[in-house]
């Protein structure tokens, strides 16, 4: 190891808390201290060079150091950096508004910017509660999906069902009616019937609770934290036509569906619907820098007209909403999506994914594979008759993933679901070659990690 990696690993030990990690263990291991990037590789202090299998936690979509993106950046730094929204207009702001209501459902009029996926959320959250207060009506529950994620700020985690993650702050928390979430493989019956089974239980809770269910908010297609559940086919659809029914706002969270990981722009095409509100952030930016929006409908922006005495006026934001930067990198990156015709281009990718997962989970240890789009998981399992898993203890996910990493490809697994969500924009190489490690670690390697 050079001088200068031992170095920096130092003093990331003396300095550093790092998110969703145990630090003791942690402390206890020689980290990978990534220096620089180049299209789909990530290139480490040593030199090293793995494949962003992960696109950097879900939102990189053109690769790294991509020349439109940079010198988009670059160009908007020569103007302003930043200036603030509040009591202002901003160029770049004003024009990645337009875009993004051109591209979204065309029911969402309004573009209401943060800074991430959490603070989407709070904003969906708060604005739906607000909704009906400015009407006289006191709405203030939420419907959610078990082992939902939907970030870490408090609203958020409060509408939240990942025990592992969440179950700690539950005292801090408001209140929240959860479903179960439709997962076929861990539901005793087909899919069709699992789906049935969470249809009604949210029909249920909104047909005795509807008069103070605020928002039922989902993650459309695919629940991603929780280990890429893909929802069966209609869920969505359904689930649209149960809050139109009960008269509830629908809030979905595309932050990690959304730029084309699904295989469509926003999983919300997929089934054709229009949700009342929908989250925007990880891959707005392509991964480039913090942003996010929250788009509502007309109606929804209606309700918090008034005279200031009127006290209707929506009182929140951030100081770095709408940052300017960050809406030049999101503008130059839809630029990018028509250029490059990277929807188009999506096909041919997720089914070469197809193919290899057909041999992956006939191999041992492979208990289930998942994919919708560009998302796929891959369940690790002690016993694929019983479903059974591996004691958490054992971190078997965590140790193929290092297996993985040996091999030039950079992983990050969900307890023992192995994530793979590679940059959209991949190259059919590229994603080939990160297949083959993938059935290679998984076939060779698995077998003497779970020993
Ligand atoms: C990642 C994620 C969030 C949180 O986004 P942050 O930018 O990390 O706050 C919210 N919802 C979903 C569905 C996500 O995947």
Not at 190 to 203: G, N, P, Q, S, V
Not at 228 to 253: C, M, N, Q, S, W
Not at 256 to 284: N, R, V, Y
Request: proline share 4%; with cysteine; glycine share 6%.
């Amino acid at each position: 190891m050079h001088k200068k990696t031992e170095n920096l690993i130092n003093l990331d030990r003396q300095y550093l808390w790092h998110p969703f990690t145990q630090m003791k263990t942690w402390l206890a291991c020689d980290p990978v201290v990534i220096e620089s990037g180049d299209g789909f590789y990530l290139i480490d202090t040593e030199g090293n060079r793995y494949i962003d299998a992960i696109s950097s936690l879900w939102c990189n979509v053109h690769g790294h150091r991509v020349k439109k993106i940079d010198d988009a950046i670059k160009d908007q730094l020569d103007k302003i950096a930043h200036s603030t929204l509040l009591g202002l207009a901003q160029t770049k702001s004003i024009e990645l508004a337009e875009k993004l209501v051109a591209i979204t459902p065309k029911n969402l009029q309004k573009v209401f910017y943060s800074d991430s996926g959490a603070t989407s959320v709070e904003i969906a959250l708060k604005i739906a509660y607000q909704y009906y207060q400015n009407q006289g009506q006191k709405r203030n529950k939420f419907i959610a999906l078990g082992q939902s994620y939907h970030g870490d700020t408090i609203g958020s985690v409060s509408v939240g069902g990942i025990e592992l993650f969440h179950s700690i702050f539950k005292p801090m928390l408001f209140d929240t009616y959860f479903v179960p979430a439709p997962f076929p493989y861990r539901f005793d019956g087909t899919a069709e019937e699992c789906k049935k089974f969470t249809l009604d239980k949210i029909e249920e809770t909104l047909k005795k609770h509807s008069d103070s269910i605020a928002a039922l908010i989902v993650e459309p297609l695919v629940q991603g934290a929780a280990g890429i559940i893909v929802h069966p086919k209609g869920f969505l659809k359904e689930t649209r036509a149960l809050t139109k029914k009960y008269d509830t706002i629908l809030i979905t969270d595309e932050v990690a569906t959304g730029f084309g990981k699904t295989g469509k722009m926003f999983a919300c095409e997929i089934e054709q619907i229009e949700p009342d509100i929908m989250c925007l952030a990880k891959g707005i930016t392509a991964g480039y820098l913090p942003l996010a929006a929250t788009l509502t409908t007309q109606k929804i922006f209606d309700a918090f007209l008034g005279n200031p005495d009127d006290f209707k006026t929506f009182y929140h934001g951030h100081t770095y909403t709408g940052n300017a930067l960050g809406c030049a990198a999101a503008l130059a990156s839809l630029e990018l999506f028509e250029e490059n015709k990277i929807l188009e281009s999506l096909s041919a990718k997720i089914d070469l994914i197809a193919d290899y997962l057909k041999k992956i989970s006939s191999l041992n240890f492979v208990g289930n594979t998942r994919q919708r789009g560009m998302m796929t998981g891959i369940e690790i399992v002690k016993d694929k008759q019983t479903k059974k898993s591996f004691d958490y203890e054992k971190f078997i996910g965590a140790k193929l993933c290092a297996a993985m990493r040996s091999k030039g490809v950079m992983l990050r697994p969900l307890s023992d679901v192995i994530v793979l969500m590679p940059p959209i924009a991949i190259n059919l190489d590229t994603l080939k070659k990160l297949l083959d490690i993938l059935y290679d670690t998984i076939k060779n390697d698995l077998p003497k990690i779970v020993k």
